[in-house]
Nanobody, 124 residues
Framework: VQLQASGGGLVQPGDSLRLSCVVSGFTLNEHGIGWFRQAPGKAREGVSCISSSDGSAYYVDSVKGRFTISRDNAKNTVYLQMNNLKPEDTGLYFC??????????????????WGTGTQVTVSS
């Protein structure tokens, strides 16, 4: 199992970035995929996830209306489109495979299904 995140960078407030998470060793129909972030000195938080069953999505309140998660099953890739970025979005972003139940606002990574991180820095 491997998950490889990419697409981070240094941007200004209001800019956009698209993160990608390429997975191998399983398919997107087998496990949900979540994006998590960790800012310096803060606990890791779940940002968004996409369900394996129907592709429905969950977003933490702070990113609703600005972030969009999507998937391309043929490419085994999940994307996180981030618009109108704010300084508080700064952090190391990880993708992970696991549980995603948007109706229950629940997301959790499965042990051994964490991917690499990609740094997002929003600063003027």
């Amino acid at each position: 199992v491997q998950l490889q995140a990419s697409g981070g960078g240094l941007v200004q407030p209001g800019d956009s970035l698209r993160l990608s998470c390429v997975v191998s060793g399983f398919t997107l129909n087998e496990h949900g995929i979540g994006w998590f972030r960790q800012a310096p000195g803060k606990a890791r938080e779940g940002v968004s996830c996409i369900s394996s069953s129907d592709g429905s999505a969950y977003y933490v309140d702070s990113v609703k209306g600005r972030f969009t998660i999507s998937r391309d099953n043929a490419k085994n890739t999940v994307y996180l489109q981030m618009n109108n970025l704010k300084p508080e979005d700064t952090g190391l972003y990880f993708c992970a495979g696991g549980i995603c139940v948007p109706s229950a606002k629940a997301m959790a990574a499965k042990e051994g299904f964490w991917g690499t991180g990609t740094q997002v820095t929003v600063s003027s």
